[in-house]
Nanobody, 126 residues
Framework: QVQLVESGGGSVQAGGSLRLSCTASRYSDSRYCMAWFRQSPWKEREGVAGRDSDGKVNYAASVKGRFTISQDSAKNTLHLQMNSLKPKDTAMYYC????????????????????WGQGTQVTVSS
């Protein structure tokens, strides 16, 4: 069982930046992936960005060029640097993870992930 704890959410004006962090308890398999998803009241949960244990990354088109995902492997901590934030980025952001499998690129499909954090709120005002 992997436990995920997110931090770093908050409120910011449009054009501002926030950095989210997610710390995983431990992995029993060297093949794993960590990702960020988000959900707003008017949309289904969607994948934002993912990074696997080989260092491959994948971004949703809506955030490419503005968000950067990185990992501190020694601390099992995933970061999401969010720049040029827009009001439409307002959502609850969830950290997610799986282990024991590998894909060509980190998937942004909900069904692939079986470990989830509690979420951290990001609010962007215009």
């Amino acid at each position: 069982q992997v436990q995920l704890v997110e931090s770093g959410g908050g409120s910011v004006q449009a054009g501002g930046s926030l950095r989210l962090s997610c710390t995983a308890s431990r992995y029993s398999d060297s093949r794993y992936c960590m990702a960020w998803f988000r959900q707003s009241p008017w949309k289904e949960r969607e994948g934002v960005a993912g990074r696997d244990s080989d260092g491959k990354v994948n971004y949703a088109a809506s955030v490419k060029g503005r968000f950067t995902i990185s990992q501190d492997s020694a601390k099992n901590t995933l970061h999401l640097q969010m720049n040029s934030l827009k009001p439409k980025d307002t959502a609850m952001y969830y950290c997610a993870s799986y282990q024991g499998k590998k894909y060509f690129l980190p998937p942004l499909r909900l069904r692939e992930y079986n470990y989830w954090g509690q979420g951290t709120q990001v609010t962007v005002s215009s």
